[in-house]
C-alpha cells in the first residue's frame, strides 16, 4: 500500500488459495502491504465512505445501512428464557393453572426460538455478502445472497459454537451463584436482606460479563478472521479456520491490539452515535413544535380540546420516537460498515486474495478511484467441484 509503513509477516500469495493462475501471477506481483491494527483505521474509514456516499443516493445508502444492521442484527443465535416454567402446586386448582401457563408458555418459547433460528439464519447469510459489499464494491444484494446459499451452513454452525459456550456457562455460573445467595438468605431477618447478599449478587454480575466478554472475543475472531475465507472462496470450515487461527498464531500482539482498538473504536462511535441522535432530536423538535403550537390554535376551543391535545401530543412523541430510530438506524449502518471494512483491512495484507481485491494494480486506499465492482475471472476447468 504506497504511502503506509508495512508490518509483520505476509503469507506467501497463491498458498492454499483457490483462484486462476493468471489472479494468482497478478497478486504475487503487486502485494497489499501488511498493516497494523491503528493503520487499517484510515483505510477503512475512506472504504466506508466511498461505499456509502460515493453514488450520492440515499436509497443506496439505506439499503446497504439495513443490510449491514440486519447482518449485525442476529450475529449470535439467542435461545429463549426458560425462567417462565415453575413446578405446580399441591393444590388441584393451581396445578390446572400452572399447567395451562406452561402450556402457553411453551408455545410462546417455541415461536420465539423458530423466529430467532429464522433470524439467525438470515443475520448470517448477510453478513457473508457483506464481506463481498465491503470488499468488491458491489451492491447488487440478490446476486450475492444466492452466491452465499452454500457457506451460510458452515458459517453458522461456526458460530452456534460460541452461542452454546455463552449459555452453558451462564447456566453453571446461575445455578452456583444462585445456590450460594439463596444459602445467604436464609438466616436474614424478616423484611431485611443479609450482609452478604450484595456482594453476592455482584459476583455474579460480574462473572456474567466476564464470560459474555469473552465469548464475544472468540466470536469477533471468528467473524473477522474465520469468515471471510468463508466469504470470497467458498473455503471449507477446516481450511478457514487453519488460515485464520494462523493469522493469530503468527501475529498475536498485533490482533490483541486490533482487538482492543475495536473496543475503543466502538466506544467512540457509540459517542459519536449519542451525539448525533441528541441533535436529531432537537432538529426535530422545531417544526414538531411549530405544529404543535398551530395544532394547539386549532383545537384549544373545541369541546374535545383535551382528548384531541392528548391524540395530538401522543402522534407527537410516536413522530419523534420513529424518527429517532430512523437516524439510529442510519448511523449504525454506518459504523458496523466501518468496522466490517476495518477488519477486512487488518485481514487484507495477510490474506493475498483479499489484498488483491481490496487494492488492485496502481492503486491505494488514500488514491481511491471511482469504484469499480469486482469481476474475477472464471475458474479453470475443475474448480467449480473442488470449491464446493
Not at 504475487?28 to 487499517?40: D, G, H, K
Not at 388441584?92 to 406452561?102: E, G, I, Q, V, Y
Not at 433470524?119 to 459489499?133: A, N, Y
Not at 491490539?257 to 432538529?283: E, K, S
Request: net charge positive.
Amino acid at each position: 500500500m504506497g504511502g503506509v509503513a508495512g508490518c509483520g509477516k505476509v503469507i506467501a500469495p497463491g498458498v492454499g488459495l483457490r483462484y486462476s493462475q493468471p489472479q494468482q501471477a497478478k497478486g504475487a506481483a503487486v502485494a497489499m502491504n501488511t498493516l497494523s491494527a491503528s493503520e487499517c483505521i484510515g483505510p477503512a474509514w475512506e472504504r466506508t465512505k466511498q461505499i456509502l456516499f460515493e453514488r450520492r443516493r440515499f436509497g443506496l445508502y439505506f439499503k446497504l445501512a439495513l443490510c449491514a444492521v440486519l447482518a449485525e442484527g442476529a450475529s449470535l443465535l439467542s435461545l429463549p428464557n426458560f425462567a417462565g416454567f415453575r413446578s405446580g402446586t399441591s393444590h388441584p386448582t393451581a396445578a390446572k393453572s400452572a399447567l395451562a401457563m406452561a402450556a402457553v408458555s411453551g408455545i410462546f418459547i417455541f415461536a420465539v426460538f423458530i423466529f430467532t433460528t429464522v433470524l439467525f439464519l438470515f443475520g448470517s447469510r448477510m453478513q457473508l455478502v457483506m464481506v463481498d459489499v465491503v470488499a468488491t464494491k458491489q451492491t447488487e444484494i440478490l446476486p450475492l445472497w444466492r452466491k452465499h446459499g452454500a457457506p451460510v451452513w458452515r458459517w453458522m454452525g461456526l458460530k452456534l459454537l460460541p452461542s452454546l459456550l455463552f449459555y452453558v456457562l451462564v447456566v453453571i455460573a446461575t445455578l452456583r451463584y444462585t445456590r450460594s445467595i439463596a444459602a445467604r438468605m436464609r438466616p436474614a431477618v424478616p423484611g431485611q436482606l443479609p450482609p452478604g447478599f450484595f456482594p453476592a449478587f455482584l459476583q455474579f454480575f460480574l462473572v456474567i460479563g466476564f464470560v459474555g466478554l469473552c465469548v464475544f472475543a472468540i466470536y469477533w475472531l471468528l467473524r473477522d478472521f474465520v469468515m471471510p475465507f468463508l466469504a470470497l472462496e467458498n473455503a471449507s470450515l477446516a481450511t478457514a479456520l487453519e488460515r485464520g487461527m494462523a493469522v493469530v498464531r503468527d501475529e498475536p500482539g498485533q490482533v490483541v491490539l486490533y482487538m482492543l482498538l475495536r473496543v475503543v473504536l466502538f466506544i467512540a462511535f457509540a459517542i459519536g452515535g449519542y451525539i448525533v441522535y441528541f441533535v436529531a432530536a432537537l432538529l426535530a423538535l422545531v417544526p414538531m413544535g411549530l405544529l404543535g403550537a398551530a395544532f394547539y390554535l386549532l383545537v384549544h376551543k373545541s369541546p374535545m380540546s383535551s382528548v384531541l391535545l392528548g391524540i395530538g401530543l401522543f402522534a407527537g412523541m410516536c413522530v419523534l420516537i420513529v424518527w429517532i430510530f430512523f437516524v439510529m438506524f442510519l448511523v449504525a449502518g454506518f459504523i458496523f460498515t466501518f468496522f466490517q471494512a476495518y477488519a477486512l483491512y487488518f485481514l487484507g495484507g495477510r490474506y493475498p486474495l483479499l489484498g488483491e481485491i481490496l487494492e488492485p494494480v496502481g492503486q491505494s486506499w488514500w488514491n481511491l478511484q471511482p469504484s469499480v465492482p469486482f469481476d474475477p475471472p472464471p475458474a479453470a476447468p475443475g474448480n467449480a467441484e473442488e470449491q464446493l
